[in-house]
T-cell receptor
Framework: NAGVTQTPKFQVLKTGQSMTLQCAQDMNHEYMSWYRQDPGMGLRLIHYSVGAGITDQGEVPNGYNVSRSTTEDFPLRLLSAAPSQTSVYFC??????????????FGPGTRLTVL | GDSVTQMEGPVTLSEEAFLTINCTYT??????LFWYVQYPGEGLQLLLK?????DKGSNKGFEATYRKETTSFHLEKGSVQVSDSAVYFC????????????FGRGTSLIVHP
């Protein structure tokens, strides 16, 4: 199992550009989520999904869109990048039932800089 | 709502020192409790967990006991190594069908040789 994979690992954007951060998992997890990590702020939840076709907003959803067309993939879209979106982004997944349910598996992160 | 409070860091120790990182939670019901570790440049990974009161989670020499009476889940290690330098996150996961874990803000540990 590859676990949770994220691409790209690093990205530099100019203000106003758009891009998609990719996230995929091969563990058949129902739950997937996106966090951003900023110094002194811990992890902040952006969006999450409990299955294909179902998404919802987290704590800081503004400026980000998501979709979940398959169980495996959960891309995060920045429609018009702003310097305030400079951060490290983590994708996570987990089961919603079973002995290891709610144990979060994290990807390696995408480090995004917006100039 | 649910919350997790961790001691602020950084915690700076010499190698072989004893480590305690405090974590307290507020939650309705009986949450599951977790410690995650984030090594430099990596994502978080599960370190240990406990799912009910008085359970002790342990892994890699780290331990934490689920204390319902004090709503705490403090992380301890008897003798830290330089390789333990990382950021440690305490998290809770409420019972009753909640999908979203609650994370503390993280505590940075720096271990000097």
């Amino acid at each position: 199992n590859a676990g949770v994979t994220q691409t790209p690992k690093f990205q530099v954007l100019k203000t106003g550009q758009s891009m998609t951060l990719q996230c995929a998992q091969d563990m058949n997890h129902e739950y997937m989520s996106w966090y951003r990590q900023d110094p002194g702020m811990g992890l902040r939840l952006i969006h999450y999904s409990v299955g294909a076709g179902i998404t919802d907003q987290g704590e800081v959803p503004n400026g980000y869109n998501v979709s979940r067309s398959t169980t495996e993939d959960f891309p995060l879209r920045l429609l018009s990048a702003a310097p305030s979106q400079t951060s490290v982004y983590f994708c996570a997944s987990s089961l919603l039932a079973g002995s290891s349910y709610n144990e979060q598996f994290f990807g390696p992160g995408t480090r995004l800089t917006v100039l | 709502g649910d919350s997790v409070t961790q001691m602020e860091g950084p915690v700076t120790l010499s190698e072989e020192a004893f480590l305690t990182i405090n974590c307290t939670y507020t939650a309705t019901g009986y949450p599951s409790l977790f410690w995650y570790v984030q090594y430099p440049g990596e994502g978080l990974q599960l370190l240990l967990k406990a799912t009910k009161a008085d359970d002790k989670g342990s892994n890699k020499g780290f331990e934490a006991t689920y204390r319902k009476e004090t709503t705490s889940f403090h992380l301890e290690k008897g003798s830290v190594q330089v390789s333990d330098s990382a950021v440690y996150f305490c998290a809770s996961y409420a019972s009753g069908g909640s999908y979203i874990p609650t994370f503390g803000r993280g505590t940075s540990l720096i271990v000097h040789p």
